[in-house]
């Protein structure tokens, strides 16, 4: 199996400005094909199967996180960087604010991290920033509810939130890694989800649950992935492994292939299968139930070049992977972290680096040099789909012999052409992508699962 582009989103006339914007977030609707997508300071709504464009409201500041509520149909809720908590509705397109902060000049920015968890039994939303010791509530509805701030009963920063899919459940994490589940009515509490001392935790970074079973998967930001069974009343751990040594800030659960994917800060993504025993004598083994899938990486020259799209250099890193529910569709939100102003002197340290790696690689090993190349990242490697193109033609044309010395020599001059010749512009469309079965290609396309009420 391989990620492929299915479109690309065009956001290019967006606001209409001298300068394009790139999109900075996106989501999916629960349970239709719909994408809603924030750029500038408007909210774009397509049709996530043929790319069409519904509607686009402008909100008056940019969104530093938003989701889809569960309860109306086609509303989203957003916290803006002027720090106000709004329901935008694309049916009436019409925005209201829910909640405004009590300083009016506070500013947030897009980076600043902010969780936000809706509640799919109730018109609420429970949202607060990271680290602060309380939780704000309000109605996402104009005139609902009014804010009310919740003290939890634990006096300990909090570091995320989430709502159950299916039950009254509030999630709080708190740092160190500790999570409790509080009743949405009462904000009693139903469980600890808890491990020993042994492990050390730093809290988690992202939720996911499975669609049928009683599972919460669980992002570390200390780069820990692990699943917990909570459909009794003692839960219990099932799944344990380390991702890495950054922060997970991404994980969903693809219902149609059954897999779990993870997205690190550092832009690292990794697929994962769950191998689950069903033997009530045998207590679970939590180190064996997750095993890497087999899975090609995700190349992201190709996936910007696909379907009519456009290659960026230098390459850029995944900032935000955002998964459908329901289907195999996803938005890839890439950045590439640098700007005109220091992408020529990034570039020339890029290549000094690669230059010495290959002076010092004369007369070593093939499998020294790929290690030291490995090292540098994408600073001084072909993207794999030009280093498969570099095969196939050394092979149409007879040279058999195309050693990785010689791939390095050409990287290095690639990057050097590219520097020069590659427009400095923001990437103005999202692509969406899909994985594909090379063998079946009609297998798991992304056709959107009934809901059943």
């Not at 530093?64 to 106000?84: E, K, N």
């Not at 939780?135 to 995320?160: C, F, H, Y």
């Amino acid at each position: 199996m391989e990620w492929t582009t299915l479109q690309h989103l065009d956001l290019r006339h967006v606001g209409l400005g001298v300068r394009p914007l790139q999109p900075h977030a996106a989501i999916f609707h629960p349970y239709q094909a719909l994408v809603a997508v924030a750029i500038g300071n408007f909210i774009v709504e397509f049709d996530a199967l043929t790319g069409s464009k519904i509607s686009t409201l402008e909100i008056g500041a940019p969104v530093v996180r938003m989701s889809y509520s569960p309860t109306r149909a086609h509303t989203v809720i957003a916290i803006l960087q002027d720090c106000t908590l709004r329901s935008c509705d694309f049916d009436l397109e019409q925005t209201s604010v829910l909640h405004s902060p009590e300083k009016k000049n506070e500013q947030i920015y897009s980076d600043t991290e902010v969780h936000l968890a809706l509640s799919p039994s109730q018109s609420i939303v429970f949202f607060g920033f990271h680290r602060r010791m309380s939780v704000t509530v309000v109605g996402t509805v104009e005139g609902g509810r009014a804010p009310t701030k919740i003290k939890t009963d634990l006096k300990k920063p909090i570091v995320n939130l989430a709502c159950h899919p299916r039950l009254p459940v509030l999630y709080v994490a708190y740092a160190e890694g500790l999570i409790r589940a509080y009743n949405i009515h009462t904000y009693a509490v139903h469980y600890t989800l808890q491990i020993d001392n042994t492990i050390k935790l730093n809290g988690a970074g992202a939720f996911a649950f499975h669609p049928t079973l009683e599972w919460i998967f669980i992002g570390d930001r200390r780069g820990t992935l692990l699943a917990w069974d909570v459909s009794t009343e003692r839960p219990s751990m099932i799944g344990l492994t380390q991702v890495g040594s950054q922060p997970i800030t991404s994980v969903a659960w693809l219902a149609t292939l059954r897999l779990l994917v993870t997205l690190s800060r550092d832009g690292n993504l990794q697929v994962w299968k769950t191998r689950v025993v069903v033997n009530p004598s045998t207590p679970p083994m939590p180190a064996s139930f997750f095993e890497p899938a087999a899975i090609e990486a995700l190349d992201i020259p190709r996936i910007l070049s696909q379907q009519g799209g456009e290659a960026v250099y230098p390459l850029p890193r995944i900032k935000a992977l955002e998964f459908h529910p329901r289907s195999n569709l996803a938005a890839l939100n890439v950045t590439s972290g640098e700007t005109s102003k220091n992408k020529t002197t990034y570039g020339r340290e890029r290549r000094k680096k690669l230059y010495s790696v290959l002076q010092s690689a004369r007369g070593s090993s093939a499998s020294f040099l790929k290690e030291k190349l490995s090292a540098l990242g994408s600073s001084g490697v072909l993207a794999d789909h030009q280093l498969q193109a570099q095969l196939q033609e050394h092979h149409l044309k007879g040279r058999n012999h195309l050693t990785i010395l010689d791939i390095a020599r050409k990287a290095f001059l690639y990057s050097h052409f590219m520097e020069g010749n590659t427009k400095i512009a923001p990437i103005s469309r999202l692509p969406l992508v899909t994985v594909l079965n090379t063998k079946h290609h009609l297998k798991d396309i992304p056709v959107v699962q009934a809901r059943f009420l």
